[in-house]
């Protein structure tokens, strides 16, 4: 008999063979939800931001501490600050989500930072991204990439 954790084990198994990504520890209850990334202006630009929703329907806190993603060689978390007139990236190394809270990354505020793209991006791609937490779990995402945010 199949009980339900075995078919959610087996599903989150075969998105990860789809994608291509192998996951440490999958964390199934933090997802990003609506994530995209901006096509940037040109061809030639091998960075860009990513942005979404990280929703932690986990029974407990989670750490966000970094994320990567086969399409681009680093990816980290960045959060945007207005200091006076002056605009400011700092690099984010932990981003705690308590349970059943939500954060929103977004233009001007806190973003995924993808750097070293791996090839030029495409409109309407699917980047997957991996979100790694603190403790060895990882849970699989997805960037649309867009021109404009949705
Ligand atoms: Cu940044």
């Known amino acids: 008999m199949i009980t ?9 198994l075969c998105a990860v063979a789809a994608s291509g990504v192998a ?12 994530g995209w990334a901006r096509l ?6 091998k960075m860009t931001a990513g942005y979404g929703t990280i929703h932690n329907t986990c029974a407990t806190a989670v750490t966000l501490i970094g ?6 060689g680093d990816v980290s978390l960045h959060e945007t600050t207005l200091q006076g007139d002056v605009s400011r990236m700092q ?8 349970a059943g809270a939500a954060v929103e990354l977004k ?8 750097m070293q793209g791996k090839a030029a991006l495409k409109e309407g791609q699917a980047v997957p991204l991996v979100l790694q937490l603190e403790g060895g779990g990882e849970a699989a995402a ?5 021109k404009a945010a949705p």
């Open 4 to 12: 339900k954790p075995c078919v959610g084990v087996l599903f989150a």
């Open 23 to 34: 996951l440490a520890a999958p964390v199934e209850c933090l997802q990003l939800k609506d």
């Open 40 to 45: 940037p202006p040109s061809a030639a630009m």
């Open 67 to 72: 994320a990567r993603s086969t399409v681009f």
């Open 91 to 98: 690099h984010l190394h932990h981003l705690v989500l308590p």
């Open 107 to 114: 233009p001007g505020g806190k973003h995924l930072m993808l």
């Open 142 to 146: 997805t960037l649309q990439v867009r």
